[in-house]
């Protein structure tokens, strides 16, 4: 079995649509559910699948941190964020891919 990368992330339901913030341990399995519209929730009910934005971290408490921090922000904060590292709003799942 594959080590736990801890990660925080951004999924988008399009182009400065609805945003959620996430954390996980296994960056690319998360994303495939959220593209699947597993587990419902949130992100299946406003069909949010875009992963636009993630960093990945030593461990997670800092993950958790930085996610805690990341909800804290304002809309403005996190599209700023989105838009410095993925201008275009690309799908990133394809960098996932092995």
Do not use: C
Request: glycine fraction near 8%.
């Amino acid at each position: 079995m594959a080590s736990k990368q801890p990660a925080v992330y951004i999924m988008a339901s399009g182009e400065r649509g609805t945003l959620y913030v996430g954390v996980t341990g296994n960056l690319r399995f998360r994303v495939w559910q959220h593209r699947e519209g597993l587990g419902g929730g949130f992100t299946k009910r406003y069909d949010v699948k875009r992963l636009v934005w993630f960093e990945h971290h030593a461990n997670f408490p800092s993950a958790i941190t930085r996610e805690k921090q990341l909800k804290k922000w304002t809309r403005a904060w996190k599209l700023q964020l989105i838009e410095t590292a993925n201008p275009t709003w690309r799908d990133l799942w394809e960098n996932l891919q092995d």
